[in-house]
Each structure stands twice: as structure tokens, then as C-alpha cells.
């Protein structure tokens, strides 16, 4: 492939990546504040996609320390399947957790409660790096996925410890606000 075919090859993938991690964004950002009418009922299977959400996370956080181990041993294969299994259930993840916020109001943290301080702590970075992360992960997958090695490692750099502490922040993110779900 020659430089120009490359450069729009590159050029096309992060134009997708773009207008995915708007939409996603948007899309949270639109069941949140609950601008589209929500359905009249909810399914029971609805209520357990907290924990699904909870269990994906902490899974996503594991296979990703696992992932780190395989490429310091460098088994690049181990580490990308690794990767590529934490990219699905992050996926799945993410459709959980819309699938949820279409059914279900937010459930607040109650104000009188001393761990709210904490809670905040770590809830609102976990918002605004989940919101970020996703762009990056995109990135750092077309390259690693490319083996451009170089250009993978620098913006993995920045993804993979932003990957981490949201996956690690959604499990205790849940963890905290769990005794207060009122369904």
C-alpha cells in the first residue's frame, strides 16, 4: 500500500472513530437526562444489568493486567486476543449500560451519607475518563491491530492506565451505589 492510500486508509478510520465516540457520548448523554421518553415497562431481566455491568468491568480490569503480563512476556499473541476479549465485553458493557439508562432512572447517592465525598471521588473522573477512553481505545486498536508497534505503544501509554482506573472506578462505582437502588 502506498503512503497516500495509507494516509486516507488512516484518515477514513479516524473519522469513524470520531463520529462512533460522539454518538456513544451523545447516546449517554441523551438517557441520562432522560430526553427520550422511557417505555411503560421494564422487563425484570432489566434490574440485573447492574451487576452484569459490575461483573464486566471487574472482568475487563483483570483481563487487562493479564494483557499488560502477556506483552511484558512478549507473547503478542496471547496479549491480543486478550485485548481483543476485553474490546468485546467492554462492548457488551456499554450495551448493558445503555440498555439500562433506557429503563431505569439514575439512582442518586444519598446527600446525607459520609461516603458521598468518596463516592464523588471516584464516580466523576470515572465519568469524564470513560468518556475519553473510547476514541483511544479505538486508536490504539487500529494500530495494534496494523502491528505500526510504535504508534500503538505511544497512545496505549495514555489509554491503558485510563482503561484501567475505569474499569476498576465501575466496579466500586457500583459497589457504592448498590444498597441504594430502589427496584
Not at 53 to 74: E, R, W
Not at 101 to 123: D, E, G, K, M
Not at 133 to 149: C, H, R, S, T
Request: aromatic share 16%; hydrophobic share 55%; charged share 10%.
Amino acid at each position: 500500500m502506498n503512503i497516500q492510500n495509507k494516509n486516507n486508509s488512516d484518515k477514513i478510520y479516524f473519522r469513524w472513530v470520531l463520529g462512533i465516540s460522539i454518538t456513544v457520548f451523545s447516546l449517554v448523554v441523551v438517557l441520562n437526562q432522560k430526553l427520550i421518553p422511557q417505555p411503560n415497562q421494564i422487563p425484570i431481566w432489566i434490574f440485573t444489568l447492574p451487576l452484569l455491568n459490575a461483573i464486566l468491568n471487574g472482568t475487563c480490569f483483570i483481563l487487562l493486567l493479564f494483557s499488560l503480563y502477556f506483552i511484558k512476556q512478549k507473547n503478542i499473541r496471547a496479549h491480543k486476543i486478550t485485548n481483543l476479549v476485553t474490546f468485546c465485553l467492554s462492548a457488551l458493557f456499554l450495551i448493558s449500560y445503555v440498555t439500562f439508562h433506557y429503563f431505569v432512572n439514575s439512582t442518586s447517592f444519598p446527600a446525607t451519607n459520609p461516603l458521598r465525598p468518596l463516592y464523588l471521588a471516584i464516580l466523576i473522573p470515572h465519568i469524564i475518563l470513560a468518556a475519553l477512553v473510547l476514541p483511544l481505545i479505538l486508536i490504539a486498536f487500529y494500530y495494534g491491530l496494523k502491528m505500526e508497534v510504535e504508534k500503538h505503544k505511544k497512545i496505549v501509554r495514555f489509554t491503558y492506565p485510563i482503561w484501567l482506573f475505569v474499569t476498576l472506578s465501575g466496579v466500586l462505582v457500583y459497589l457504592l451505589i448498590a444498597p441504594y437502588y430502589s427496584f
